[in-house]
């Protein structure tokens, strides 16, 4: 019963996220045929529509950190496996607050407390009752935060970039 629940909700998380960027790829600041392209029923979009490094990232990292969050056991060796994205994750999920600079500074304490202590969990061995908590806890509070997070955007190019700075 338990890996089933466990089961469940990993694929009810994975489900609303791919809705949930599916939605954010069409409904960017893109044309009708970009949006037709995404639905699979134009074809000559194909060369002009570009993602952002951002968004591929983002949704590559979320996706495996989902996995890792749902997983019944976690070994040790499960950690590389996702802690170079860690610091991503929780950076993209804080930009949405980067209009107001003390709960910007609020929630980037947040994120360095929360990567410390999933750090401090998986160099803990054997694991004790307080670093499984503390690693559930970091996994919830970024869970969480990727749940209620703007999806990074996609880049439409006709020649131009919309909707991101030159270089």
């Not at 490094?53 to 499960?78: C, D, K, W």
């Not at 600079?101 to 929630?107: G, I, N, Q």
């Amino acid at each position: 019963p338990w890996a089933l629940l466990l089961l469940g909700c990993h694929l009810g998380v994975l489900a609303f996220l791919a809705k949930k960027w599916q939605r954010a790829s069409i409904m960017q600041k893109a044309t009708t045929m970009t949006r037709e392209w995404m639905q699979n029923t134009y074809v000559g979009t194909c060369n002009k529509l570009k993602l952002s490094p951002e968004y591929v990232m983002f949704t590559m990292f979320v996706s495996n950190f989902v996995g890792i969050a749902f997983a019944r056991t976690l070994h040790y060796q499960f950690y590389c496996w996702y802690f170079h994205s860690l610091p991503m994750m929780h950076w993209i999920t804080t930009m949405k607050y980067s209009s107001d600079s003390t709960v910007l500074r609020v929630a980037l304490i947040l994120n360095t407390v929360f990567i410390l202590a999933v750090e401090y969990a998986f160099n803990v061995y054997p694991a004790t009752k307080f670093s499984s908590a503390m690693l559930q806890i970091s996994h919830a509070f970024l869970l969480l935060r990727i749940l209620q997070s703007d999806v990074p955007t996609m880049i439409v190019h006709d020649g131009i970039t919309k909707g991101a700075k030159k270089r």
